[in-house]
């Protein structure tokens, strides 16, 4: 929660929540993916993340497209708005981890390493 918070308020001078950054952020690491895929790849509820698409489409941030194969599943691509918006985004998160992991020092890596075994463990 204070991570989130965190980031709610570096991110609010560009007008981007927490939820809104890892959407987009997102986009910018996957080629078009459907909301379902972007709900599994960021862990967000598929039903938020497709309010969270509808609301940065009604904002110019993303596209939303239906898939020519299966007209059930809405693709999202970033627009030239939300690439303009998103990557300062990234640098000042990028910036807020450097700060958070900063009293680790030459433990940041094997930490990040740790971190990411952990959050691979299937809770479900």
Known sequence: ?????????????L???????????????LDRPSQREL?????LEPLYVSKLARSL???DFIARTRDTVDTRSVRLT?????RSTVEPAIAVVRSLLDRLLEPLGDRTSAFSDELRELLAVPLD
């Open 1 to 13: 929660m204070k991570w989130r918070t965190a980031v709610d308020r570096a991110l609010d001078s």
């Open 15 to 29: 007008g981007l929540t927490h939820a809104q950054y890892v959407v987009l952020s997102s986009l910018i690491a």
């Open 39 to 43: 709900a599994d790849h960021t862990g």
């Open 57 to 59: 489409e009604a904002a």
């Open 78 to 82: 970033l627009t030239p708005h939300g």
